[in-house]
């Protein structure tokens, strides 16, 4: 019976990695993002919530909408940024 090998092996997780290594743009972006606190997302996701029910309750609706769906990609952007902190493509780079 023949096996099926799908990719050849490689020894290490590095190897690995490596093969899948970020572009230029991403490791640029990656460095910059870095460097923010993590709870700043947070942060300014629960501005954005206080800021819409402020809104809401002034009577601008619209406006309160606009805000508030800004949580979702804020807390996005949050989980981005740890990733990148702590698994980034910069732990290639030694």
């Given at each position: ?17 490596r ?31 206080g ?9 601008k ?5 606009f ?28």
């Amino acid at each position: 019976m023949d096996t099926l090998v799908s990719e050849p092996y490689t020894s290490s997780p590095r190897s690995k990695a490596r093969a899948h290594a970020e572009g230029t743009i991403a490791k640029a972006i990656e460095t910059q993002t870095a460097k923010l606190p993590s709870d700043l997302f947070l942060w300014a996701a629960a501005g954005s919530m206080g800021v819409a029910l402020a809104l809401q309750l002034a009577g601008k609706k619209p406006a309160s909408l606009f805000i508030g769906q800004w949580v979702a990609p804020l807390l996005l952007f949050g989980v981005y940024n740890k990733v990148v902190k702590t698994a980034g493509s910069d732990r290639l780079d030694y």
